[in-house]
């Protein structure tokens, strides 16, 4: 069993900057790939980004890439979403998630333990 606790979000205007951060308890977090979602009200959960066990290999939806970044620190059971140049339509609730394969996978399914969830609010 794995607990995820998101912390971080709130109110920005366009074009600033968030940090979000997962902390995780259980077991071994190490072990987990670790990703985060997004859902805006009407919407469904979408894909924001993961990261492998070891850190080395990231990955970005396409909405997000080259303005959001995800990192880790294993000693701290952390996970951060570092968000920049936010749009207002970045507004949602983010969501990180814990994955027991072996790579960074977009799909929902595949992610075993969710936290539950920080507003964002990007304001235009």
């Known amino acids: 069993q794995v607990q995820l606790v998101e912390s971080g979000g709130g109110l920005v205007q366009a074009g600033g900057s968030l940090r979000l951060s997962c902390v995780a308890s259980?077991?071994?977090?190490?072990?987990?790939?670790m990703g985060w979602f997004r859902e805006a009200r009407g919407k469904e959960r979408e894909f924001v980004g993961a990261?492998?066990?070891?850190?080395?290999?990231?990955r970005y939806g396409d909405s997000v890439k080259g303005r959001f970044t995800t990192s880790r620190d294993d000693a701290k059971n952390t996970v951060y979403l570092q968000m920049n140049s936010q749009k207002p339509e970045d507004t949602a609730v983010y969501y990180c998630?814990?994955?027991?394969?072996?790579?960074?996978?977009?799909?929902?399914?595949?992610?075993?333990?969710w936290g539950q969830g920080t507003q964002v609010t990007v304001a235009s």
């Open positions: 998630a814990a994955s027991p394969v072996e790579t960074t996978t977009p799909y929902r399914d595949q992610y075993e333990y």
């Open positions: 259980g077991r071994s977090f190490s072990t987990y790939v």
């Open positions: 990261i492998s066990w070891s850190g080395g290999r990231t």
